[in-house]
């Protein structure tokens, strides 16, 4: 997988790509990330980036000329890549997006900064505008990470043991289930016995338990596309309350 983001905060990226799985990622070259920074296509004193938008109001805009110098750059390498702009206006980023994402082969990742960038510039270069969610961040550098992150996961070989990405959250629609390591106590609170029990198969099965229990009170919303099956959900049953239709008075 190759990608290329376009900031005039590189430092903010390169952090991610030293540490980690990215970091392993990147020193055997299964993912590789280039970096291009508007600043570098400025031709004034001041290498400015931003100027006070048209209109009025608070706030700078990134001026479209250096930053559509920066894709245009990005592009002789990564022809193929379609342009992601990370903003506050995007649609929601989640692991779907990224495993379409992965069948391109090539990113381009752009990064906001202050307000945002002049409008013509997404008119003309962007391919798609994402967001991480609802609430505020300083600009697409931590976004771009993120993605990042997320995408190299899904490259072959990059984790350690290829069921750790299968079994990551959202790839099943369930939440993980909770996990405990030595000492055996710790504060006087103890491990559960079934753990400690040798049996495999029973380990399985409290383990699929937590999960799905742990789904239905966290986050019902991924419980409807998880693929739970007749033990799942006549595990789940046990703590059904008695539900509106149920009562005595509807019951008749
Ligand atoms: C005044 C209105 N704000 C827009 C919601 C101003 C504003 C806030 C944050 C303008 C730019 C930004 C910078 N944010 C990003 O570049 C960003 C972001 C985010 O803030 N939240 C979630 N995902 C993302 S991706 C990029």
């Avoid at 994402?130 to 505020?136: R, T």
């Avoid at 072959?156 to 990405?165: F, R």
């Avoid at 419980?223 to 149920?246: C, H, I, M, R, V």
């Amino acid at each position: 997988m190759r990608f290329a983001v376009i900031t005039v905060l590189p430092d903010l990226i390169t952090a991610t790509l030293q540490q980690g799985v990215v970091g392993r990622a990147v020193g055997s070259g299964k993912i590789t990330v280039s970096l291009h920074n508007p600043r570098d296509h400025t031709q004034d004193v001041h290498r400015t980036v931003d100027d006070r938008p048209f209109g009025g109001g608070p706030g700078m805009v990134l001026k479209p000329e250096p930053v559509g110098l920066a894709i245009e750059e990005a592009r002789k390498s990564l022809p193929d890549a379609p342009v992601v702009y990370l903003s506050p206006q995007g649609r929601q980023f989640d692991q779907p997006v990224a495993r379409v994402w992965c069948e391109h082969g090539s990113l381009i990742l752009l990064c906001g900064r202050y307000e945002g960038i002049d409008e013509r510039i997404i008119d003309q270069h962007v391919d798609e505008e994402v967001s991480l969610g609802d609430f505020v961040i300083s600009g697409g550098e931590l976004a771009a990470a993120v993605i990042i992150d997320v995408v190299s996961r899904l490259q072959p070989g990059v984790l350690g043991h290829p069921s750790s990405a299968i079994e990551d959250s959202f790839e099943s629609s369930l939440l993980d289930h909770p996990h405990y390591t030595r000492p055996e106590a710790y504060n006087g609170q103890g491990v559960p016995d079934v753990l400690r029990s040798g049996d495999h198969a029973k380990i399985a099965r409290w383990r699929r338990q937590q999960s799905v229990k742990r789904t239905q009170d966290r986050r019902p919303d991924l419980l409807l596309e998880a693929n739970l099956d007749n033990a799942d959900k006549q595990y789940l049953q046990q703590f059904d309350g008695p539900g509106p239709t149920s009562t005595k008075a509807e019951k008749k």
